[in-house]
């Protein structure tokens, strides 16, 4: 199982950005996927989850309106488009792959799994 998070860097107040998880190993359309975040000196916490068909989403609430995440099942790749940041977005950011059904999933809580795959996290730098 292979995970690898692009498109972080540095983005002004109010700017824009798109993360990528590019994945391979596994029947990426199989999984429920996840995007989670740490900032510095903070625990890790939910983001964004979407269900294996990409139908079903959910947000935390700090987010919600301002990111989107999708998936690309033909490209077994998943994304987060980040829009309006604010300084409390700087973090590192973390795709992970969650084997089992949406209702089954702790990623529809927004909570973390134990069983999941994690990639290696890309740095998003909000500068106010």
């Known amino acids: 199982v292979q995970l690898v998070e692009s498109g972080g860097g540095l983005v002004q107040g109010g700017g824009s950005l798109r993360l990528s998880c590019a994945t391979s190993g596994f029947t990426f359309r199989n999984y429920v996927m996840g995007w989670f975040r740490q900032a510095p000196g903070k625990e890790r916490e939910f983001v964004a989850a979407?269900?294996?068909?990409?139908?079903?989403?959910r947000y935390a609430d700090s987010v919600k309106g301002r990111f989107t995440i999708s998936r690309d099942n033909t490209k077994n790749t998943l994304y987060l488009q980040m829009t309006s940041l604010k300084s409390e977005d700087t973090a590192v950011y973390y795709c992970?792959?969650?084997?089992?059904?949406?209702?089954?999933?702790?990623?529809?809580?927004?909570?973390?799994?134990?069983?999941?795959?994690w990639g290696q996290g890309t740095l998003v730098t909000v500068s106010s």
């Open positions: 992970a792959a969650d084997y089992s059904s949406w209702v089954r999933s702790p990623f529809s809580s927004g909570s973390y799994s134990p069983r999941a795959d």
């Open positions: 979407i269900s294996d068909s990409g139908h079903i989403v």
